[in-house]
């Protein structure tokens, strides 16, 4: 079964709005990671937030992490046409060592 | 660094026939992994490797999938008999370490087309 699961699985806005998505997983982990896809590329890190870690800032991400609800939230904030794009997030499993993605949440940022 | 290598970028064959993915990991890169994704099942580990050792292959769907990695800077996938169902984009990522801690660098995946 899937570990992380993002909401919602699509989202519109436009340009200079914010943009929040959710990541819900199963188990405990040590950590979660963010991950975009452009249309056709492979995916591209974005940034890892610890599970001693309750926010982390990279320019205009920002992401939260809460253990006890087993959830994060990755928002970008004044987004641009370019970020549209699909994120995804990624935890371990619980041996360690690979990563389980969810089914990522389809961004469209309107110009 | 050229980033993750993946060959052929496209390939259109017919059932029954063997398809070979070919990927280089990123130089130094200890950990490779393939993945496949499809819209009805999202991105599924198949296999990966540490120092090109088979790690874990429980995402193998069955036994016409096969990987290899015969030295640190090669890696192949391949489909034999191809079906129809197994049409995806397969991505190739690699790892400093088989570790949740480091960062997946991702190739350009290869577009599969089995007809």
């Known amino acids: 079964s899937q570990q992380g699961e993002e909401d ?33 590329r492979g995916l591209v890190h974005l ?15 920002r992401v939260t992490l809460d253990t006890s609800k087993k959830s994060s939230s990755l928002l970008i904030t004044a987004s641009r046409a370019a ?12 041996q360690g060592g690979k990563l389980i993605f969810g089914q990522g949440t389809e961004l469209s940022v309107k110009p | 660094d050229a980033g993750v290598i993946q060959s052929p970028r496209h390939e259109v064959t ?14 130094g890169h200890n950990s490779l992994f393939w993945y496949r994704q499809t819209m009805m099942r999202g991105l599924e580990l198949l296999i990966y490797f540490n120092n090109n050792v088979p790690i874990d292959d429980s995402g193998m769907p069955e036994d016409r999938f096969s990987a290899k990695m015969p030295n640190a800077s090669f890696s ?40």
């Open chain 1, 8 to 40: 919602p699985q699509a989202l519109s806005i436009q340009e200079g709005e914010n943009a929040t998505m959710n990541c819900s997983y199963k188990t405990s982990i040590n950590n979660l990671q963010w991950y975009r896809q452009n249309s056709g």
């Open chain 1, 47 to 61: 940034i890892l937030i610890r599970s001693n870690e309750r926010e982390k800032h990279s320019g205009r991400l």
């Open chain 1, 83 to 94: 970020d549209t794009a699909s994120y995804f997030c990624a935890t371990e499993n619980n």
């Open chain 2, 14 to 27: 017919e059932m029954g026939q063997e398809v070979t993915l070919r990927c280089k990991p990123i130089s």
């Open chain 2, 76 to 115: 192949t996938l391949k489909i034999q008999p191809s079906e129809p169902r197994d049409s995806a984009v397969y991505f190739c990522a690699s790892s400093l370490r088989a570790s949740s801690t480091d960062t997946q660098y991702f190739g350009p995946g290869t577009r599969l087309t089995v007809l």
